[in-house]
């Protein structure tokens, strides 16, 4: 048979063929309708926003613990204090935030117009892993007048105990961000230096000053994270 | 087409230089994109020089043959542009391996179509139509090329996915037309006819199947393809690629149902065992892709190891591996070649550079999941290709001596006799030449004058 210049001719020839061809393109032609309206309609608009990135509020419950110490120090010496924060408030937590360190002595000597004696303190960089070279870093403090001195050492990094606004990700990974139990694992170390200042009456034999006691407030700040989408 | 696969490394490339990420690269993906480069460019080249020898092709089958071997050698190219898009070059060198990924696609994709315009059946019945239907695919790589030397590139002019519709509606009909052709009608060359056209479609679907339950149930890693990222292609632009997939995944859907019914008929075709472990492979990437929430080709750096690793095992391999296996199973068993004493050699070689690659390929891919120890790992990949050598020497003799016909016992009407030379046939070599060297001049243009970057800085914004 002499080919037909129209190939649609030999491809619908007969009633099986037509039959058979049409309901396949017709199959094709269902895909493409469902694609579209799967596409356009039915999943339109988490296709559209496929890149729109969730907001999310981080806060943090903060809760703390007060723990004391006190040495009585000789003059010109400096003495070593340490502190580790119990592992239960680990447990117990997201995070150990803040380490807060007050330190605070009167003069004791008893003495008739005894001034203050001369207090330093210093929270040496430990192996400890914290935030040591945040810039809101109290490390160390002098007083002369018996004020107290107050340390502040940020422990997680980037925490101030603010709530923060991100954006992107999702809840579970701000909250693995701010659960890391490992921050603030270790001992810390204080180290208090006492410069006694004499009475005015140190001519006198019996009069002298030649230490003091020293009252040193360890406040670990441990948080609790919770994230919420912000809608 | 290759160019899907490659795109997540694309979307790293974006990331590293607008958002200054890691560039964390999957090192499998792209040692198989070199791998495939080289697997491409060789059987392509071997091939044409047989195709070239064999005097006896008809006009059409001669005219598919050469395409089909210089669509390899362009793929080569292409792989090996992605290749270099991936590995991270320093400088602005990428817009140039991109912009020439890009053209090699444009030519694959016009090539698919040229084929599938001649090849098993020629679509085009006279020299008239002949001409317009080349002229035609012809200019859209052509049209594709001047849009992205005037900094268009990505637009949705440029029918991104087209020829997933041409490849679906085209071979689909042949397929559908002489697999289903009455009992009383139907002999070995129309049942060869059908196993040709659902090759062609396999060849060129075939990654598109292994998505087909997130087609229907309606997935995000199916819905959500957006390749280049909303920094480049627009809503509709992702539409029009996605609804490529949409048909090509209903033509293959098609197919295994036709397969499976005339099976269970007891007209059992070789082309269910092909199909089937696409459709097979589907159920399990749903189970992997629904993990995460990646589209299936944006399958990033940073998602999880399982989606990757799945992401390389069958979309990289289909594209790298199983893409030439198919193209050399049809140039040997449908006569594409003429295997006599005096070509026997090369085509012998061919085989044997396809079973190597491909062997040790995969033995990479395998040994990048299971760390073996280079002695072991060296030994199996000598077991390996020994037993398939062996298994070549066997297989290539089967294929060689008991070729497939289609045009036997068959109404003469499907194949018209036109009358076009050899050395017209022989310029769509010169012509692919031409087209390379213009798509080298364009990728230049596109590197030097930061079109790629500007394009995204724009649409961005």
């Known amino acids: ?231 | 087409m290759i160019l899907e696969i490659y795109l997540f490394d694309i979307v790293k490339t974006w990331q590293k230089l607008h958002f200054n990420q890691q560039f964390n690269l999957n090192v499998d993906e792209q040692n198989l994109l070199f791998i495939g480069a080289i697997l491409s460019i060789a059987l392509g080249g071997l091939s044409l020089r047989l195709v070239r020898q064999n005097s006896k092709l008809p006009w059409n089958e001669a005219i598919a043959a050469h395409i089909l071997c210089l669509m390899f050698i362009t793929k080569g190219i292409q792989n090996a542009a992605f290749g270099y898009v991936n590995s991270g070059s320093e400088g602005d060198v990428w817009q140039f391996w991109f912009q020439l990924a890009f053209a090699m696609d444009y030519i694959f994709e016009s090539s698919i179509m040229a084929i599938a315009l001649l090849y098993p059946v020629p679509l085009l019945r006279n020299l008239k139509q002949v001409k317009i239907g080349l002229g035609f695919v012809v200019f859209f790589a052509l049209f594709r090329l001047t849009l992205d030397a005037m900094g268009f590139n990505l637009s949705a002019f440029a029918l991104f996915g087209f020829f997933y519709f041409a490849t679906a509606i085209i071979w689909g009909s042949v397929y559908i037309r002489f697999r289903l052709i009455p009992k009383e009608q139907q002999n070995q060359s129309t049942q060869n006819i059908s196993l040709l056209s659902g090759l062609f479609t396999t060849l060129v679907l075939g990654h598109i199947w292994m998505w087909w339950p997130g087609f229907i149930l309606q997935s995000e890693y199916f819905y959500f393809l957006d390749p280049f990222g909303q920094t480049l292609t627009t809503t509709t632009w992702d539409y029009i690629w996605g609804a490529g997939y949409a048909i090509g995944i209903a033509a293959g859907l098609t197919i295994i149902s036709v397969e499976i019914y005339q099976a269970v008929r007891g007209n059992l075709n070789h082309l269910l065992y092909v199909v089937s472990p696409y459709f097979v492979l589907g159920v399990i990437g749903f189970l992997i892709y629904s993990q995460g929430s990646d589209a299936g080709f944006a399958v990033k750096s940073n998602t999880g190891e399982n989606v990757q690793l799945w992401s390389t095992f069958t979309t990289g391999l289909h594209f790298t591996i199983i893409r030439p296996l198919i193209a050399m199973y049809i140039l040997l068993k449908f006569n594409l070649l003429d295997i006599n004493e005096k070509t026997k050699p090369m085509a012998k070689t061919m085989s044997i550079v396809l079973i190597v690659v491909a062997t040790s390929a995969i033995l990479e891919l395998v040994q990048s999941i299971i760390p073996i120890n280079q002695m072991i790992s060296a030994a199996l990949l000598g077991i390996l290709i020994a037993l398939g050598l062996g298994w070549e020497e066997k297989s290539f003799q089967t294929l060689v001596s008991n070729p497939s016909h289609i045009r036997r016992d068959l109404d003469s009407k499907w194949f018209p006799d036109l009358k076009i030379s050899r050395k017209h046939i022989s310029r769509i070599e010169i012509a692919c030449l031409l087209y390379c060297l213009i798509s080298l001049l364009v990728s230049f243009i596109v590197w030097e004058f930061d079109i790629i970057l500007e394009i995204m800085s724009e649409r961005s914004a």
Not at chain 1, 69 to 81: L, V, Y
């Open chain 1, 1 to 231: 048979m002499q080919p037909n210049d129209n190939v649609l001719a030999d491809l619908f020839s007969n009633d099986g063929s037509r039959r058979n061809v049409s309901i396949y393109l017709a199959f094709l032609v269902v895909a493409f309708l469902y694609h579209a309206s799967v596409f356009w309609f039915i999943m339109g608009d988490d296709i559209q926003s496929k890149y729109a990135q969730s907001e999310y509020v981080i806060e943090f419950e903060e809760s703390s613990e007060i723990f004391t110490d006190s040495r009585t120090i000789d003059d010109g010496e400096k003495a070593t204090i340490d502190f580790t924060a119990p592992s239960n408030l680990f447990d117990s937590n997201s995070g150990f935030g803040l380490l807060l360190i007050t330190i605070t002595y009167t003069e004791t000597s008893g003495e008739f117009g005894d001034p203050c004696d001369t207090i330093s303190a210093d929270l040496s960089v430990t192996d400890v892993s914290a935030d040591w070279k945040n810039e809101n870093n109290e490390l160390s403090g002098v007083s002369s007048d018996c004020e107290a001195i107050s340390l502040l050492l940020h422990v997680y990094p980037d925490y101030d105990g603010e709530s923060m606004d991100v954006v992107g990700m999702d809840e579970l990974y701000w909250s693995d961000t701010w659960s890391n139990s490992s921050y603030g694992q270790g001992m810390f170390q204080l180290d208090v230096e006492v410069i006694v200042n004499e009475p005015i009456t140190s001519g006198i034999p019996t009069v002298s000053d030649t230490n003091e006691k020293v009252d040193v407030t360890w406040e670990p700040v441990f948080f609790e994270v919770s994230v919420r989408e912000n809608s």
